[in-house]
């Protein structure tokens, strides 16, 4: 597709569920990015893939979170036995590369996660 | 990663020329200046990216003074629809895995 797509656009989960969240990157975007925004702030970092490596998971809050990247294509977030603190925005981004040209971040539309 | 601070709101009205300065005094010699836009329930648009004099596109302008240690993202005659947050980000695109980080943002109101 033309930009990243995320699913489920929206969702609901009774607390102690778990989820799993769906990001489509650009095609032939190598680095995807993962970011948690809360109601009135600005995204706050989860994890990092180059292609399937996940290079960097320092951001991500809790060992109930867990994200892949088999294929170095989509990548799933996964959040087990959910808790009230997990209801956030959870923003999916791509670009081309990394260094001085294509490296814009492009964002998806975020998959809204309420756990009840 | 450089800190940035910018003006938590702005209110403006239509038809004028918007002008959000960002603070980055610690920025370091391999980062740039990026700038997103988050409407309302869509994730954050890239605006602009700049290192270091004037960038200008067709939505938006950056001015960034020699020292670096600020910018500031010019909106020419905004409309209703410019109404948004406003991101300023500063790090090194050239690394791998760069990764943005987001402050607070601007609120910016456009009144009709």
């Known amino acids: 597709g033309a930009g990243v797509s995320q699913s489920p656009r929206y969702k609901v989960a009774k607390r102690g569920q778990d989820v799993a969240l769906r990001c489509d990157p650009i095609s032939g975007h190598v680095s995807l990015f993962w970011y948690q925004q809360a109601l009135g702030q600005g995204p706050e970092f989860l994890t990092y893939?180059?292609?399937?490596?996940?290079?960097?998971k320092s951001g991500l809050p809790s060992d109930r979170f867990f994200a892949e990247r088999p294929e170095g294509s989509v990548s799933t977030l996964k959040i087990q036995r959910t808790q009230q603190e997990d209801s956030a925005v959870y923003l999916c981004a791509s670009s081309l590369s990394y260094g001085s040209s294509g490296n814009t971040i492009y964002f998806g539309e975020g998959s809204w996660l309420t756990v009840v | 990663l450089a800190k940035t601070t910018q003006p938590i709101s702005m209110d403006s009205y239509e038809g004028q020329e918007v002008n959000i300065t960002c603070s980055h005094n610690?920025?370091?010699?391999?980062?740039?200046i990026t700038w997103y836009q988050q409407f309302p329930s869509q994730g954050p648009r890239f605006i602009i990216q700049g290192y270091k004099t004037k960038v200008t596109n067709e939505v938006a302008s950056l001015f960034i003074p020699a020292d670096r240690k600020s910018s500031t993202l010019s909106l020419p005659r905004v409309s209703l629809s410019d109404t948004a947050v406003y991101y300023c980000l500063v790090g090194d695109i050239t690394a791998a895995g760069n990764k943005l980080t987001f402050g607070g943002g601007t609120r910016v109101l456009v009144k009709p």
């Open positions: 610690n920025i370091a010699t391999n980062d740039y």
């Open positions: 893939f180059q292609n399937e490596a996940q290079l960097d």
